[in-house]
């Protein structure tokens, strides 16, 4: 990977917002002060480590931590792809050299892009050594959305910000969470490296070449993508970390409404104009979002909130909560569909 390539195209293409950003430090400080009290009174969950403190930043410096997470993520596979390409196969250098900057355009377009929208992020480890943990919130695109979502500059802000402490209490009060990430991360990425021996990277090149463009992008476009490469005999791996992940988001989405909506309408409003908002992305931003993975991310906000809001809509949320019990208590792909069947499997409908 050309991670010099990789960065000036991220920074470049993320920008600065070409707009003046009105929230300011202490306004993000206020917010996330109010976020955590409302979560930890709606959610009973207590955290056993230090939250960490927010930071409001700009689009660069979020393209240069998407980047060093990537760059997390991708160490082994990388390290095992550039044995491979310096293997005797024809044009082994020259190939290595070009796969190497093409890799970095394109990590440098897909974090950029993701520079442009993301509004906040908790930042964990989930390869290699701990590093404490960041909570960031990128002030031109917080104030982009704001201009579109409307409302009290510090009810928006607030709203925002119970969504990214959700999830900072979340590892900080499941200690197994984190754990339970790595290992399947780790497991996916073994599994992947294990496979890239000289005769696979020979196969690989060949099925490019062989390829239909056109049946690959519709192959991209339909999400299919991370399940190919996973591989066939890693797909209950991958399974169980699309359940995992819309848990996280679902619970967050969830509690990002529950714990906020009996203070103010405006809460309500807001959710629906992002909702509004979501449904009408398309064109050119909606073919990136596809081809970049994103829309992913989104089918996990929605199959996550729906299976909280229905669990909690039959238990409340100390039968939501039972998710946080073990890695064997999370729902898997089929339970997220039918949450009383989850509730049944975990013991929490007896407790009704």
């Known amino acids: 990977m050309d991670w010099g390539v990789a960065e000036r195209l991220a920074v470049g293409i993320a920008g600065d917002g070409g707009a003046p950003v009105h929230f300011r430090q202490d306004a993000v400080d206020s917010a996330c002060r109010d976020a955590v009290a409302l979560v930890l009174d709606y959610t009973g969950l207590h955290p056993a480590a230090a939250l960490p403190d927010p930071e409001l930043v700009g689009r660069d410096e979020w393209a240069r ?71 960031v919130f990128v002030g031109a695109n917080l104030a982009a959305v704001h201009s579109e979502l409307g409302e009290d500059p510090e009810l928006f802000l607030r709203w925002l910000a119970i969504h990214e402490t959700t999830h900072s209490i979340q ?104 909702e509004a908002r979501r449904a009408g992305r398309g064109g050119l931003g909606e073919v990136i979002s596809r081809l970049l993975g994103l829309e992913l991310k989104m089918r996990q906000y929605r199959v996550g909130k729906d299976f909280c809001d229905s669990v909690v809509s039959i238990g409340g949320v100390r039968a939501l909560n039972e998710v946080w019990r073990s890695s064997e208590a999370l729902p898997d792909l089929r339970e997220l569909e039918r949450p009383r069947h989850w509730l049944e499997r975990v013991g929490a409908a007896a407790s009704l």
Do not use: C, N
């Open 65 to 135: 931590m998407g980047l060093r997470t990537l760059r997390e993520l991708s160490g082994e596979l990388e390290r095992q792809i550039g044995e491979g390409l310096s293997a005797p196969i024809p044009f082994g250098s020259l190939a290595r050299s070009v796969v190497g900057a093409a890799a970095g355009a394109e990590a440098g377009v897909a974090v950029g892009y993701g520079a442009r929208k993301v509004l906040g992020q908790y930042d964990v480890a989930l390869i290699g050594p701990e590093r404490p943990p960041r909570l």
């Open 171 to 274: 590892f900080a009060a499941v200690p197994w969470l984190r754990l339970h990430l790595m290992g399947l991360l780790g497991e996916l990425l073994g599994a992947a490296s294990a496979r890239l021996d000289l005769d696979s990277m020979r196969g690989l090149v060949g099925r490019l070449l062989r390829a239909d463009p056109r049946e690959t992008v519709r192959t991209v476009l339909r999400g299919d993508l991370p399940r190919l490469l996973a591989g066939a005999e890693q797909a209950p791996t991958l399974d169980r970390l699309q359940a995992a992940m819309s848990v996280i988001e679902g619970y967050a989405e969830h509690v990002m409404d529950a714990a906020a909506e009996r203070l103010d309408p405006g809460y309500a409003r807001l959710r629906a104009r992002l």
